[in-house]
């Protein structure tokens, strides 16, 4: 579920990104895609070079992180996890609890945004993932302590621009870390491996690329679309006897499924430690 069909025309919040690398930009160019109007939408960026870049391909504004605190009603934050800490000592004393805080740093919590930060300022964690650069995103919100539902609705429509959008609670986010945010990797990883698979077999590179990547796209849409469970649509393409269940028996030979689980738990593990500051 894309969120080609989400129109921002009509918002009247002017928004401004703080950080300008590629998930900022790929917020940027789906907010303007949805229809927001460019003068309500705000850029920063510590490096001139990328900012004149962004300012002259989107014809956004691009300003300083406190005048876009005191000028925009909501402020995303788009910086690095080990950039937060300078970024939140200049926001520390600018920003007001009629403005609306959302994070998309990995690992760090509404709680430790909100220590830093007055009284009562909202604050809503979002884990997206990178397929926001194609609009086809998988972003997870969840509210801080002061969030209302008028917060959550507000981060909702920034991000439906980019694709689907869930809410869950921020003790889940770790778990969401582990499985959809860093989700693309793994799927990349896995085109890599099928890939030099299919040169071993004797098939050109490009050739085998071509194949994989159409064949994990199809199999995602009539994931999607289909609404089957993963189980009946692999069980109908394996045959008794035939390829696939000889693929399947060596996957489960060299136990590629509780490897999945181990990497994902140690995926989980580390978004904890960096919650924690470490």
Same mark, same amino acid.
């Given at each position: 579920?894309?969120?080609? /069909? ?5 918002? !009247? ?9 590629? +998930? ?10 949805? *229809? ?6 705000? #850029?920063?960026?510590?490096? =001139?070079k990328?900012?004149?870049? +962004? ?21 995303v934050?788009?910086?690095k =996890?080990?950039?937060?800490d ?6 520390? !004393? ?18 430790a ?5 007055v009284? *009562? ?8 993932n990178?397929?926001?650069?194609? /609009? ?7 509210? $801080? ?12 429509? #920034?991000?439906?621009p ?8 921020e !003790?889940?986010l ?6 959809? $945010?860093? *989700? ?19 098939? =050109? ?10 064949? #994990?796209? /199809? ?6 679309? !289909?609404?089957?469970h ?11 006897? /035939? ?36």
């Amino acid at each position: 579920m894309s969120g080609a /069909g989400t129109d921002m025309r009509d918002h !009247s919040d002017t928004i401004a990104v703080l950080g300008a690398g590629k +998930m900022g930009e790929a917020l940027i160019s789906g907010l303007l895609r949805a *229809g927001l109007p460019v003068e309500k939408l705000l #850029i920063t960026e510590r490096y =001139p070079k990328r900012a004149q870049e +962004m300012t002259e391909h989107y014809r956004v504004r691009a300003v300083d992180n406190v005048e876009a605190a005191k000028t925009a009603d909501t402020l995303v934050l788009a910086v690095k =996890p080990q950039d937060m800490d300078d970024l939140l000592a200049e926001l520390s !004393s600018v920003v007001t609890p009629d403005r609306l805080v959302v994070t998309i740093a990995a690992g760090i919590t509404t709680a430790a945004i909100e220590k830093r930060l007055v009284d *009562g300022v909202p604050v809503v964690r979002v884990m997206p993932n990178t397929p926001a650069l194609v /609009g086809e995103a998988m972003s997870v919100i969840a509210a $801080g302590s002061y969030a209302t539902e008028e917060h959550l609705a507000r981060a909702e429509a #920034i991000f439906r621009p980019v694709g689907k959008v869930l809410r869950l609670p921020e !003790s889940q986010l770790d778990a969401v870390t582990a499985l959809s $945010g860093s *989700g693309p990797a793994y799927v990349f990883y896995l085109v890599e491996a099928m890939t030099d698979a299919g040169i071993l077999l004797g098939l =050109p590179r490009a050739v085998a690329h071509d194949l994989i990547v159409q064949t #994990i796209y /199809g199999s995602a849409v009539m994931l999607r679309e !289909s609404g089957e469970h993963p189980v009946a649509l692999r069980e109908a393409v394996t045959s008794p006897g /035939g390829t696939t269940i000889a693929a399947i028996r060596e996957l489960e030979r060299h136990g590629v499924r509780a490897a999945l689980l181990a990497a994902l738990e140690a995926a989980r593990d580390r978004s904890r430690q960096l919650a924690g500051g470490h």
